[in-house]
C-alpha cells in the first residue's frame, strides 16, 4: 500500500492507495503545531482504525505548499514507517513540463492536480484556501496558472474585517435577491465564487483558443 499526503494551508489530507484503487481518506488540520511523535500518533490511529499497520505501507509520497510542517512530519515517516517519504518538489519526475517563466515557483499542489488528469488540454481547477485555475496543453505541459482567494477567505475578510458583518454559514440561497443580511452574504459569496470560476474559465479559453 502506499500513503499519500496532500499538506494543505487548512487541511492535511491523507489517502491510502492499493495498487490504482483508493482504500481510504482521512483529514488533519494544518494550523495545529505537531511534533513527529504526535504526527505518528494521529496517522496510526487513523490508519489502525481502518485495519491498516505501519508495515502495510510500502512507500509514502508528500505533496505541500506549508513548509513549516515538513520537518515535523517526515521525521515521523521516517522514524515510524521506517521509510523516507518521496516530496513532491521541482525535479521530481511527475510528467508534467512546466514552462512558466518560474516553474519553481508553482506549487506541488498544482503539479499533482495536473499529474492526475488523463489527456489534455484540460483546465483543472482546485476550490481550496485559495482557489487556482491551472493550464495544461495536450502533451501535459503546465502552461498557466490563475490564483484567486477561496471562497472562505472571502468569507472570513466579510466578518473580520467590517464590524457589523457576522460570522456565517456558507451555503447557496434560495435566490440571488436576498433580504436579510445573513442571505446577502451568503449570496454574495456563493454567487460571486460562480461568476468568478465561470468568468476566468471563458476567460482562459478565449486567449488559449479552446
Known amino acids: ?3 499519500v499526503i496532500d499538506v494543505g494551508n487548512t487541511n492535511i489530507t491523507v489517502g491510502v492507495f492499493k495498487g490504482k484503487e483508493i482504500v481510504n481518506t482521512f483529514r488533519l488540520t494544518t494550523k495545529q503545531s505537531r511534533t513527529s511523535d504526535e504526527y505518528a500518533i494521529h496517522l496510526s490511529g487513523m490508519l489502525l482504525q481502518n485495519g491498516i499497520r505501519f508495515q502495510d505501507i510500502k512507500d509514502v509520497i508528500i505533496s505541500s505548499v506549508v513548509p513549516n510542517v515538513m520537518h515535523s512530519l ?3 515517516i521516517i522514524k515510524y514507517f ?3 517519504p518521496i516530496v513532491v518538489e521541482a525535479g521530481i519526475k511527475t510528467g508534467i513540463k512546466v514552462v512558466t517563466e518560474n516553474p519553481r515557483q ?4 498544482r503539479i499533482v492536480d495536473a499529474a492526475g488528469i488523463y489527456g489534455g488540454p484540460v483546465i483543472v481547477i482546485d476550490f481550496g484556501t485559495a482557489t487556482t485555475y491551472d493550464l495544461i496543453d495536450k502533451d501535459g505541459a503546465f502552461l498557466a496558472g490563475i490564483t484567486a482567494p477561496g471562497i472562505r477567505i472571502s468569507a472570513k475578510a466579510l466578518w473580520e474585517d467590517a464590524a457589523k458583518l457576522p460570522e456565517i454559514e456558507i451555503k447557496k440561497p434560495e435566490s440571488i435577491l436576498t433580504k436579510e443580511t445573513i442571505s446577502s452574504m451568503q449570496a454574495g459569496l456563493v454567487y460571486g465564487q460562480i461568476g468568478q470560476t465561470e468568468y476566468i474559465i471563458r476567460k482562459i479559453k478565449e486567449e488559449a483558443n479552446m
Open 82 to 84: 521506517n521509510l523516507v
Open 74 to 76: 517526515g521525521s515521523a
Open 1 to 3: 500500500m502506499i500513503l
Open 106 to 109: 508553482i506549487g506541488a499542489d
